[in-house]
């Protein structure tokens, strides 16, 4: 059983920055692809950002590309989203995901964590 513990949303102005971090529990963290969704009222989930389990490998959505960065500390059991240059159009609840199989861009998940908001407004 993995538990994830998301944090570091919050409402920011247009063109502003977040990072999220997302902590997991267990010594397994290292064996887990982990991504980030988000899902906004109305709207369908979407996987944002995906990592490799060594963090060699990522993917992003066309939506994020070049402006969010995500990467992990397997020794902290963390993975971050850096979100720069946000938009109005990122506001959301985004959730961490831990996959045991899979690849950084697919959609599957064994894990997922409570979510934190994301507002972008001004």
């Known amino acids: 059983q993995v538990q994830l513990v998301e944090s570091g949303g919050g409402l920011v102005q247009p063109g502003g920055s977040l990072r999220l971090s997302c902590t997991a529990s267990?010594?397994?963290?290292?064996?887990?692809?982990m991504k980030w969704f988000r899902q906004a009222p109305g709207k369908e989930r979407e996987l944002v950002a995906g990592?490799?389990?060594?963090?060699?490998?990522?993917y992003y959505a066309d939506s994020v590309k070049g402006r969010f960065t995500i990467a992990r500390d397997n020794a902290k059991n963390t993975v971050y989203l850096q979100m720069n240059s946000l938009i109005p159009e990122d506001t959301a609840v985004h959730y961490c995901?831990?996959?045991?199989?899979?690849?950084?861009?697919?959609?599957?998940?064994?894990?997922w964590g409570q979510g934190t908001q994301v507002t972008v407004s001004s």
């Open positions: 267990g010594r397994t963290f290292s064996s887990y692809i």
């Open positions: 995901a831990a996959a045991s199989t899979g690849v950084p861009g697919g959609l599957s998940y064994d894990y």
């Open positions: 990592i490799g389990r060594s963090g060699s490998s990522t």
